[in-house]
């Protein structure tokens, strides 16, 4: 699952960086145009955080603020929630099954 996740946020990220153009499309619609490869380096580096087994719970909390901050950009200018929704779900479940202590500490088993 951390790899299923892990290519897709880092292609998604990758396709920004290089700016291919239905990745360009979505950004001009939010007018970040500008922000394009900033934000696929941003993305690349959390979701390799969130990948690497030191630094995952730091990355959690950052693909997922990263993820949030889509869903309300998109919220903000009248789009689908659905695009950014879809990796933080898959994100949050592979947490889940990484460490569930993170979200029910570490007392509780799961």
């Avoid at 897709?8 to 619609?29: D, F, Y």
């Avoid at 950052?62 to 949030?68: E, G, P, Q, T």
């Amino acid at each position: 699952m951390t790899l299923l996740v892990t290519l897709m946020v880092g292609i998604n990220g990758l396709m920004k960086v290089i700016q291919l153009p239905w990745s360009v499309e979505g950004m001009i619609k939010l007018n970040l145009l500008n922000a394009t490869t900033p934000l696929g380096v941003i993305e690349i580096i959390y979701i390799i955080l969130f990948a690497y087994p030191k630094t995952m719970r730091i990355g959690f909390i950052l693909i997922s603020c990263y993820f949030a901050g889509a869903m309300a950009t998109e919220l903000s200018h009248d789009g689908s929630m659905i695009n950014p929704a879809i990796p933080l779900i898959l994100i949050w479940i592979t947490m889940l099954l990484r460490d569930p202590s993170f979200f029910f500490g570490s007392n509780n088993k799961f």
